[in-house]
């Protein structure tokens, strides 16, 4: 289960389209100067030595092509404020595969710098980051536009980059669209020995796959690695120090660069954090207990609300389009759409909907559509969340998964998913024995790994760790937790629903956030933001 913030289903999904389509993003010839592109930059750090001892190459700035009539061409929305005054910078950085081996190997990561005219006095770069793992910061980058204050614009160049092995930082390509299409809509029931088999059958396939397509390369793409090039890109703009907006798992990526580079951090905002006291399999069951709860918000609040109610018990219905859905696939009213949707895809779609409380009126009527056997409405919000558009996906699949496998320690063994399953399928009666099956995802993976290390880190600036107290996806433990390792963070809470905090509709929490990105200003201790 991926736990990438939606922030591209928001932005209208303009930018993917708009980025994939330009074969010269970062091939322009006009370079933009100004800051950013070659001055002010740090070799302070450029030269430390690399894992193995050797002392990597300084790294060298970089020059940003102007790709402004690009992404204006692809209509993406922005705040009124800001309307005639941008321009977009497009780069490709190279950076070690390897850390070990610095003048081995070099992949590219793309970047996209954004500024604001008005932004005469800039405080450097905010690198964003939306979660997954594999969430594209270049598409949380333009997707802010339309949500972040121009406050923030007239101080900061926006920094968006895809991590290495995400969209089109040296993208992993392990699974076809077919193969997607069908480990989407796939059902077993690990329960049984033979639904147990299938399980376990496919996710070797795809670890298989992987590894005979990349070689070694493959455990090159984890979090600690990406967070080496996260310090490479602030080289290469010619920041002294970093500041950062990270959501989601984009909070672990954050905590694991402080915890690496602990001088570098002028200003961290990590919302919707990723527990670092647990991993694996309490992790992903924190998790389910939280998508549980976020679905009796869901129903509360659709008992009230016409024509939701109509549904009577909201988790009954689900339980019945399950049910139907494993007796008979449901149709759908799009005559172009040849799939199926099984019962997984309708619990994929009910997850995807509980992520935002803006979902929920599209959830109510995706389940009534479903209950007259029409599955349309829960396979577009599947869609989403397996960000699959126009028939085809994006690669968060074979990013999320590789990331994921390689931060973990190898396993779990057949004994551990079976009494695990057994377990969920009864404290998590929606989502716990579908979940189950992704156990076995890292079970069969590359054996080499870079478990992410504890966030202690004794940064020179306080950072802010933000947690929403009815977070499904990280839930506000891990908010808690974070605060506490990381030795110098003070936590802003926010009793909404949702995932994350951040432009999520709380005044409160967006001016402590803009606050504390210009001027380092930090909440009072303790502070709550109401509803």
């Known amino acids: 289960m991926q736990d990438v913030t939606r922030w591209t289903a928001r932005a209208g999904r303009v930018t993917a389209a708009a980025v994939l389509a330009a074969a010269t993003l970062a091939g322009c010839t006009q370079t933009i100067t100004g800051r950013g592109a070659v001055s002010g930059h740090d070799t302070a750090s450029a030269g430390s030595p690399s894992p193995s001892g050797t002392a990597a190459p300084a790294q060298q700035p970089i020059s940003f092509s102007d790709c402004t009539s690009l992404f204006n061409g692809a209509s993406i929305p922005v705040q009124h404020e800001l309307r005639g005054k941008l321009s977009y910078g497009c780069a490709k950085l190279q950076v070690p595969l390897n850390y070990a081996d610095p003048t081995g190997t070099q992949i590219s990561l793309q970047l996209v710098k954004i500024h604001d005219a008005d932004n005469a006095h800039s405080l450097g770069s905010l690198l964003v980051n939306p979660g997954g793992p594999g969430g594209s910061g270049v598409e949380l980058a333009l997707g802010l536009l339309s949500e972040m204050s121009p406050s923030i614009l007239q101080h900061f160049d926006l920094l968006g980059f895809d991590p290495r092995g995400v969209e089109l930082s040296s993208p992993l390509h392990c699974i076809s669209d077919a193969q997607k299409d069908r480990l989407n809509a796939e059902s077993p029931d690990v329960l049984t020995p033979a639904g147990f088999a299938q399980a376990?059958?496919?996710?070797?396939?795809?670890?298989?796959?992987?590894?005979?397509?990349?070689?070694?390369?493959?455990a090159q793409f984890d979090t600690v690695n990406t967070a080496r090039d996260m310090d490479r890109i602030r080289q290469a703009v010619g920041d002294k120090q970093m500041d950062y907006l990270g959501f989601s798992y984009g909070t672990q990526l954050g905590s694991t660069y402080a915890h690496l580079f602990p001088g570098k951090i002028r200003v961290a905002v990590l919302d919707g954090a990723v527990d670092p006291l647990t991993s694996g399999i309490k992790q992903f069951a924190d998790q389910l207990g939280g998508f549980e709860g976020a679905f009796d918000q869901f129903a509360d609040w659709c008992r009230t609300q016409s024509p939701c109610s109509s549904l009577g018990n909201p988790r009954q219905s689900v339980y019945r389009v399950v049910a139907a859905a494993n007796a008979h696939p449901l149709g759908t009213s799009d005559p172009g759409e040849t799939r199926r949707v099984t019962?997984?895809?309708?619990?994929?779609?009910?997850?995807?909907?509980?992520?935002?409380?803006s979902s929920w009126k599209q959830l109510g009527t995706a389940l009534l559509q479903a209950e007259n056997g029409d599955g349309t409405g829960l396979l577009s919000l599947a869609d989403d969340y397996n960000e699959r558009f126009n028939g085809h996906y994006t690669n968060i699949m074979d990013a999320n998964l590789t990331i994921s496998c390689n931060d973990e320690a190898p396993g779990p063994s057949d004994t551990k998913i079976r009494s695990t399953a057994t377990k969920w399928a009864t404290q998590y009666p929606m989502f716990g024995k579908w979940a189950a099956i992704s156990l076995f995802g890292c079970q069969q993976w590359q054996p080499h790994r870079t478990p992410v290390p504890k966030p202690v880190a004794p940064t020179a600036h306080k950072v802010l760790v933000i947690g929403n107290l009815h977070d499904p996806a990280t839930p506000y433990q891990g908010a808690i937790d974070l605060t506490k390792t990381m030795g110098n963070a003070e936590l802003l809470s926010w009793n909404g629903e949702g995932h994350t905090s951040y432009l999520q509709g709380s005044t409160c929490v967006d001016n402590y956030v803009n606050a504390y990105l210009i001027h380092g200003t930090l909440p009072p201790a303790n502070t709550t933001c109401p509803r």
């Open 200 to 218: 376990k059958h496919l996710a070797a396939q795809v670890a298989d796959g992987c590894s005979t397509k990349y070689g070694p390369a493959l």
């Open 343 to 357: 019962s997984s895809l309708v619990l994929t779609g009910v997850l995807e909907a509980l992520y935002s409380k």
